[in-house]
T-cell receptor
Framework: DGGITQSPKYLFRKEGQNVTLSCEQN?????MYWYRQDPGQGLRLIYY???????QKGDIAEGYSVSREKKESFPLTVTSAQKNPTAFYLC????????????FGPGTRLLVL | EDQVTQSPEALRLQEGESSSLNCSYT??????LFWYRQDPGKGPEFLFT???AGEEKEKERLKATLTKKESFLHITAPKPEDSATYLC?????????????FGEGTQLTVNP
């Protein structure tokens, strides 16, 4: 089955710890995105990547980092500099420049111990 | 700055009671408007993309319409399984990376 997978489903972070969220897609999509969802707020864009080895900051990139070494993978690291990391993190992908629709993965819920 | 406002925040319907959800937007040239459905604890599921005023799309009990300032998601004779949060998002023509601006969503509950 083609789709987007995110792991783990739940992740717990201790103070001062960096954690990495996985996002993999087998849709052969070029662009990938990371969003953060908080209760009562719309999805907010953290980072996005349109091609391998290239990525851009979104609206709330501080305290996060990403890499795009392979077309199918776009991991997100939540660093210790992110002071309020508790949220639902969503990864999305889109086919290419002339295709607009983004498709989402199942999400990872990050909680702070 | 692109903005999306969804109303109402929450809506309770009886099974079979038709209604509409609203998505008002301001954007510097619309490339597309998107509707998603999100169940609790899950990722958004794509429903529709609308590109120009006057366009309509349908899927089962759902129908999405678009004007120059807003979009409506009409739900006809809803069933309890239609209960979810419905998200609206816009993409501007001149945006980099095809980024989306989302509204806060409308939480729909359909009672049997």
């Amino acid at each position: 089955d083609g789709g987007i997978t995110q792991s783990p489903k739940y992740l717990f972070r201790k103070e001062g710890q960096n954690v990495t969220l996985s996002c993999e897609q087998n849709l052969n999509h070029d662009a990938m995105y990371w969003y953060r969802q908080d209760p009562g707020q719309g999805l907010r864009l953290i980072y996005y990547s349109q091609i391998v080895n290239d990525f851009q900051k979104g609206d709330i990139a501080e305290g996060y980092s990403v890499s795009r070494e392979k077309k199918e993978s776009f991991p997100l690291t939540v660093t210790s500099a992110q002071k309020n990391p508790t949220a639902f993190y969503l990864c999305a992908s889109k086919r290419g420049l002339y295709h607009e629709t983004q498709y989402f993965g199942p999400g990872t819920r990050l909680l702070v111990l | 700055e692109d903005q999306v406002t969804q109303s109402p925040e929450a809506l309770r319907l009886q099974e079979g009671e038709s209604s509409s959800l609203n998505c008002s937007y301001t954007v510097s040239g619309l490339r597309g408007l998107f509707w998603y459905r999100q169940d609790p604890g899950k990722g958004p599921e794509f429903l529709f993309t609308l590109y120009s005023a006057g366009e309509e799309k349908e899927k089962e009990r759902l129908k999405a319409t678009l004007t120059k300032k807003e979009s409506f998601l009409h739900i006809t004779a809803p069933k309890p399984e239609d209960s979810a949060t419905y998200l609206c998002a816009v993409q501007a023509k001149e945006t980099s990376g095809s980024r989306l601006t989302f509204g806060e969503g409308t939480q729909l509950t359909v009672n049997p």
